[in-house]
């Protein structure tokens, strides 16, 4: 596998992966975002630079919501909260890449989010390839969801 860094920042780091052997390559974004939405924001807009026309996967840390439907107790989720990335993800054609295991994959011991997350782009089914995500069970000694992805080349 040959890594080459294409741009990175505070949130993220954006290389170009390449098989080396089977002659693949794509685009790969590890991201751990800021934990305040104002701060996030550098990143959404990083994002949007960085985005392109290839095969591209996003990885990590986000932390961040999509949806009410990603948060179990606590305060009910606002628009305001879950804007900035819904139009990130809608701007840059991005979505969750299919998942198994765990849905949640923060807690605090009371509230259970999904800010670690799994995305590609529309170009992704261009490798034709087969990939599994899975999120693992939080353990007593961590509070994110351990994560593997295999892609089958």
């Not at 550098?42 to 932390?63: I, M």
């Not at 606002?78 to 198994?100: K, P, Q, T, V």
């Not at 995500?133 to 353990?139: D, I, S």
């Amino acid at each position: 596998m040959k890594v080459e860094i294409l741009h990175f920042s505070a949130q993220g780091i954006h290389v170009q992966i390449t098989s080396l052997v089977h002659q693949y390559s794509f685009t790969a974004t590890f991201i751990y975002g800021f934990n305040t939405i104002t701060a996030r924001r550098a990143l959404w807009e990083d994002l949007r630079k960085w985005g392109t026309e290839s095969p591209w996967l996003l990885l990590g840390d986000f932390n961040y919501i999509l949806s009410q439907d990603d948060k179990h107790n606590g305060e009910p989720v606002s628009n305001y909260e879950i804007s900035d990335f819904r139009e990130c993800c809608s701007d840059l054609g991005i979505a969750d890449l299919n998942s198994m295991g765990c849905h949640f994959t923060w807690t605090n011991g009371t509230v259970w989010t999904k800010i670690d997350r799994v995305i590609v782009n529309t170009h992704w089914s261009t490798l034709q390839q087969i990939d599994h995500v899975h999120f693992g069970t939080l353990g007593a000694f961590l509070d994110h969801s351990p994560t593997t992805i295999q892609l089958g080349f």
